[in-house]
């Protein structure tokens, strides 16, 4: 992983994540440009299985500001590319119920973008509620250790 482009934080919050996969995608030029330049966004984004083939939908992907008209459309569905043995796996798992399947993040690898999608199951509100709790007790324990540290 050499950089990353983009990250979906808000996907830690809202999903209990099960597995991660790495996938590649079909872009257009102009689409490799602006995520190079960080003009990318994973918010509300999800994959769905469409005919053995794994598509992401809502994946905003700012038109290229040097482009002309050729420029791609921002909120196209794009098409990922994922062994065969993997797909057939995700198919499986997603028709049991609660299962999606989101991106986690994009980044470069061996100078291909790639992007990382997870097996996730949604969170209820108490579970949110929960880990925002701990979350917030780790913190009070180190800050206090950290505090106990400097006497």
């Known amino acids: 992983m050499d950089k990353v482009f ?12 099960d597995e991660k996969y790495e996938a590649g995608m079909v872009l257009t ?11 990318v ?5 999800y994959a769905r299985i469409e005919n ?3 598509f992401i939908h809502n994946l905003h992907i700012s038109p290229y500001e040097q482009g002309n008209r050729f420029n791609h459309e921002p909120l196209r569905k794009r098409k990922l590319l994922m062994h065969r043995r993997q797909i057939s796996r995700l198919i499986g798992l997603t028709k049991e119920k609660g299962y999606t399947l989101i991106p986690l993040q994009m980044y470069a690898s061996k100078g291909f973008i790639k992007i990382e999608i997870a097996l996730a199951r949604g969170k209820k509100q108490y579970d949110k509620r929960q880990a925002l709790a701990a979350k917030e007790a780790k913190r009070e324990v180190e800050r206090a250790f950290k ?5």
């Open 41 to 45: 966004n994973l918010k509300d984004s």
């Open 52 to 54: 053995n083939e794994i």
């Open 6 to 17: 983009a990250k979906n934080r808000k996907a830690f919050h809202d999903y209990h994540i």
């Open 147 to 151: 505090e106990k540290q400097q006497y």
């Open 29 to 39: 030029g102009t689409e490799v440009k602006s995520i190079r330049a960080g003009k």
